[in-house]
C-alpha cells in the first residue's frame, strides 16, 4: 500500500479506490491540493477575527506577560502542529494515511480514545466556532446599522439571521479543496481588517480623541482571586485564538506525496499570524490600555456612540471581518460535512449525482440553520465558547501533537525532546484545566444578564 491509502472511521485500512471507501472520506477529504492550499486553508482556520480580542487580553495581563505568551503561543502551537504533521507523514509512508484527527488517536491511543474523547471534542469544537462565527457577524452587521441609524429599531438576533442566510450558500460546496480560492480571498482579508485596526489604534492613540493611556491591571482594584482569574482569562484568550482542532484534515487535502508540504503550509500561515497577531494585539493595548474593550473594534467608538475614526472606516473594517467571518465558518463545518456525508451519502454513486446531491443539501442547510438558532437563542454564546475552547483546543492543539509525537517516534527519554514534549503536555493540560474554571467562573457571574434572543 503507498500514498492512496486511507483509513475508515472504524480503524479499517483500505485503498482509496475501493467501493467501500466512505462518501465523507471521498467527497468532503478530497487530496487534490499543494502546499500553497494548504497554507490558505491553514490561515483561515487559526488567523481569524477573534485575534480582535488580542488587545483585551493583553489588557488583563499587562505588557511583559501579555507579550512574552503571545510569542509562547505561537512556538508552542507552530512546533505542535508540526510534529503532527510529521506523525502524520510517518503513517502515510507506512502505507496508513489518516484523515481524521479521531482516526488517528483511534489508531495511536485506541479505539476509546478516538471514539469518545477526541472525536467528540473535535466536533464540539468545530461547530461551537460556526456558531460563534455566526454570532460575531451578527454583531458586526449590527454595529455598522447603528453606526448609521442609532436609534434603528433591527434586532441582533435578525442580523444573525440574515449572516446565517449567506452561510446556507457557502455550506454547500462541495468538498475542503473547493474552498482554496475562498481561502486565498480569506487571508488577504485577514491582512485587510488587522491592517484597518492597527491603523485605526495608531491614530486614535495619537490623537486628542483616544482615552488617556492607563497601562495598570484593570482589576487591581479586586480581591487577589479575580486578579488571578482575569489573568487566566488573558491566556486563554491568547491560547484559542492559535487554535485549529482540524489539522489532519487540513493535511487530508494534500495530494501525495505529503512530505514536506505541511511545513510549508504552516510557515505561510504564521508568516500570516506574526504579522496581524502582533500588530494589532501591541498597537491597540498601546492606543486603550486598561480600557481596551472585548472587540478592539468596540473602541473605535466612544462611549457616547460617536466614532474615533471615519464612520466609512469602520464599516470598511466590520465589512472585511464579516466576509472572512463567513470563511471560517464553512471551513469550521467541514468536519461536520464529512460526518453528514459519511452517514447520509453514497460512495459508489457519483458526487453530484441526485443520489448524493440531494441529502448533502438538506443536511447541509438543517445543521447551519441549528447554528444559526444557537447563535440566535443565545448572544452570551461566547462565554460558552471560552469553555469549549478550553476543553478542545487546548488538548487537541498543544497536548495531544506532543503525546502523539512521542508515542509515535519514541524518543529517548533521556533526550532534550522528549521531556520538552512531556513538559508542554503537563504546562499546557494545567492552564486547560484552569481556564475552563475560569471560563465557569464567568459564566456564573455573567448568568443573571442572559436572556433567550437578547439584543446586546
Known amino acids: 500500500m503507498g500514498e492512496e491509502t486511507r483509513i475508515v472511521a472504524g480503524g479499517e485500512f483500505i485503498d482509496d479506490k475501493s467501493p467501500e471507501l466512505d462518501a465523507g472520506a471521498l467527497f468532503v477529504l478530497k487530496s487534490k ?9 491553514l490561515t483561515t482556520s487559526i488567523v481569524a477575527p477573534a485575534l480582535l480580542s488580542l488587545p483585551f487580553a493583553l489588557s488583563l495581563m499587562g505588557w511583559e506577560a501579555g507579550v512574552a505568551f503571545l510569542a509562547i503561543g505561537g512556538l508552542v502551537t507552530f512546533y505542535s502542529y508540526n510534529l503532527l504533521s510529521l506523525v502524520l507523514e510517518h503513517y502515510a509512508q507506512l502505507g496508513h494515511r489518516f484523515i481524521r484527527f479521531r482516526d488517528m488517536a483511534h489508531h495511536i491511543l485506541g479505539p476509546k480514545w478516538g471514539r469518545y474523547f477526541v472525536g467528540p471534542i473535535q466536533f464540539m469544537v468545530c461547530y461551537g466556532a460556526v456558531v460563534g462565527c455566526t454570532l460575531l457577524g ?8 447603528l453606526l448609521s441609524n442609532p436609534n434603528g429599531s433591527i434586532k441582533l438576533f435578525e442580523f444573525v439571521i440574515i449572516f446565517g442566510s449567506f452561510m446556507l450558500i457557502l455550506a454547500q460546496i462541495p468538498s475542503f479543496h473547493s474552498l482554496r480560492h475562498i481561502n486565498l480571498v480569506s487571508l488577504i482579508l485577514s491582512l485587510a481588517y488587522s491592517a484597518c485596526a492597527t491603523g485605526a489604534s495608531i491614530y486614535i492613540g495619537n490623537s486628542s480623541k483616544g482615552p488617556e493611556k492607563d497601562y495598570s491591571l484593570s482589576y487591581n482594584h479586586l480581591d487577589p482571586q479575580s486578579r488571578i482569574f482575569g489573568i487566566f482569562n488573558g491566556i486563554a484568550i491568547i491560547a484559542t485564538t492559535f487554535g485549529n482542532g482540524i489539522i489532519p484534515e487540513i493535511q487530508a487535502t494534500l495530494a501525495p506525496p505529503v512530505k514536506g508540504k505541511m511545513f510549508k503550509g504552516l510557515c505561510v500561515c504564521y508568516t500570516v499570524v506574526t504579522i496581524t497577531y502582533f500588530s494589532v494585539a501591541v498597537s491597540g493595548y498601546w492606543a486603550f490600555g486598561n480600557q481596551t474593550k472585548g472587540l478592539i473594534l468596540s473602541n473605535f ?30 471551513v469550521y463545518l467541514q468536519p461536520t460535512n464529512e460526518v453528514l456525508e459519511r452517514n447520509f451519502g ?31 437563542m443565545l448572544p452570551f454564546f461566547g462565554d460558552i465558547n471560552a469553555v469549549i475552547g478550553a476543553f478542545g483546543f487546548l488538548p487537541l492543539d498543544f497536548v495531544l501533537p506532543v503525546i502523539f509525537y512521542n508515542l509515535t517516534f519514541k524518543p529517548s527519554k533521556r533526550s532534550l525532546l522528549f521531556w520538552l514534549n512531556i513538559t508542554i503536555a503537563v504546562v499546557f493540560s494545567a492552564l486547560g484545566v484552569i481556564a475552563a474554571v475560569a471560563a465557569v467562573r464567568q459564566i456564573s457571574l455573567d448568568a443573571k444578564t442572559y436572556r433567550l434572543f437578547a439584543n446586546i
Do not use: D
Not at 491540493?33 to 486553508?41: A, I
Not at 451578527?138 to 446599522?145: E, N, S
Not at 457519483?350 to 447551519?368: H, K, Y
Open 346 to 376: 453514497n460512495a459508489k454513486s457519483g458526487e453530484f449525482s441526485a443520489r448524493n446531491i440531494i441529502p448533502r443539501l438538506i443536511c447541509r442547510s438543517i445543521s447551519v440553520i441549528i447554528a444559526t438558532t444557537i447563535a440566535a
Open 301 to 330: 467608538i466612544n462611549n457616547a456612540g460617536e466614532p474615533l475614526v471615519p464612520k466609512w472606516f469602520i464599516f470598511m473594517t466590520n465589512v472585511f471581518t464579516i466576509l472572512q467571518l463567513s470563511a471560517v465558518a464553512v
Open 138 to 145: 451578527g454583531q458586526c452587521m449590527k454595529a455598522m446599522y
Open 33 to 41: 491540493g499543494s502546499w500553497v492550499h494548504c497554507g490558505y486553508h
